[in-house]
C-alpha cells in the first residue's frame, strides 16, 4: 500500500506510556554507526484496538531509509511472541514443602527519563508483614541505565545539591558502593565503611555500548539519609570507566513519586 494507508490516530488513542525515541552511536566495522531506538508501554487491550492477548500473538516491524516518515521501508518483517497467562496453566510445579508462605508480589518499577544519555527504573519494595504507611523494612530498587561505558551515580540529598549528600556509586567491573560527598571534590568523596555497605542484588553491567547500575537499599538505615517523598536524587556519569570529574552536562538532579 503507498503512504495514504498509514493514517494517523486521534489524540483520544494516543495512550502511549513512558515513549522514547533516540539515537546513540555504536562502533561498526568501518567506524561509528548510527542505531535508532524507540521504547513504549501500551496496554495490552484497548477500545478499539488490537489486542495483545496471553498466548502467542503475530507483530509487524519496519525501518525507514531515513528520517522523513511517511516514506517507503527498506526493511520489514512479522514476527510472532508467545506472552504468558497469569500462571494457571504454566505447567510449573510452584508447590513448596513445609508451611504456606505469604510470597510477596513483584512491584511495577516505574521509568524517569533523567536526560538524552540516562533513564532510571524505581519500585518500592513492602515486606508482607508490613504495610505501605508503616513500611518497616520497606526498600528501594532501582537501576540507572546510561549511554555510554561508564562510571554511573545516583545520589540522595535533603537539599538538591551535592555537598553533604550520600550516593551510590557504580564502576563497570565492581559492585556499585555507597559513600558520602562532603564536597564538590574528589578527594572529599568517601567510601562508607563495610559496615555500612548494606546494598543487596547490587550489580554494574555493560551491554551494547550501555551501563546499567541496579541495586536495592533500605529507606531508612542507621546514619543513611531516610528516603522519603520529599527527598531530592542526583544522577551523573563519568566520560570513562575512570572515576573522575564528570562534566557540566552529565549531572542532574530529580525528585521521584514513591506513593
Not at 510470597?103 to 508490613?130: F, G, Q, R
Not at 556509586?169 to 559513600?179: C, Q, R, S, T, W
Request: charged share 20%; with cysteine; glycine share 6%.
Amino acid at each position: 500500500f503507498g503512504q495514504g494507508g498509514v493514517v494517523e490516530m486521534p489524540e483520544s488513542q494516543q495512550t502511549l506510556m513512558n515513549t522514547r525515541a533516540r539515537v546513540k552511536w555504536v562502533e561498526g566495522s568501518n567506524g561509528p554507526i548510527p542505531v535508532t531506538k524507540m521504547r513504549f508501554t501500551k496496554l495490552l487491550s484497548e477500545p478499539n484496538e488490537i489486542e495483545i492477548v496471553p498466548g502467542e500473538n503475530l507483530f509487524l516491524y519496519a525501518q525507514g531509509s531515513t528520517h522523513s516518515f511517511p516514506s517507503y521501508h527498506v526493511a520489514r518483517d512479522s514476527f510472532a511472541l508467545t506472552l504468558p497467562s497469569d500462571g494457571s496453566d504454566s505447567g510449573v510445579d510452584t508447590s513448596v514443602a513445609g508451611p504456606a508462605v505469604d510470597a510477596p508480589t513483584t512491584p511495577e518499577m516505574h521509568i524517569t527519563d533523567l536526560s538524552p544519555e540516562c533513564t532510571l527504573k524505581h519500585a518500592i519494595n513492602v515486606p508482607t508483614y508490613t504495610t505501605r504507611d508503616e513500611c518497616v523494612d520497606c526498600s528501594i530498587t532501582m537501576e540507572l541505565t546510561c549511554d555510554s561505558v561508564a562510571w554511573v551515580a545516583v545520589g540522595f540529598s535533603v537539599d538538591g545539591f551535592m555537598p553533604r549528600s550520600e550516593a551510590v556509586i557504580g564502576i563497570p567491573g565492581k559492585e556499585p558502593e555507597k559513600y558520602f560527598l562532603k564536597k564538590r571534590n574528589l578527594s572529599k568523596i568517601f567510601r562508607l565503611p563495610d559496615e555500612a555497605q548494606t546494598l543487596t542484588d547490587a550489580s554494574v553491567s555493560v551491554d551494547d555500548g550501555e551501563t546499567v547500575m541496579r541495586f536495592t537499599k533500605l529507606l531508612n538505615e542507621p546514619n543513611d539519609i531516610p528516603i522519603t517523598k520529599d527527598l531530592f536524587f542526583l544522577f551523573a556519569h563519568g566520560q570513562d570507566e575512570n572515576f573522575a570529574y564528570h562534566g557540566p552536562n552529565s549531572r542532574g538532579r530529580f525528585q521521584l513519586n514513591l506513593l
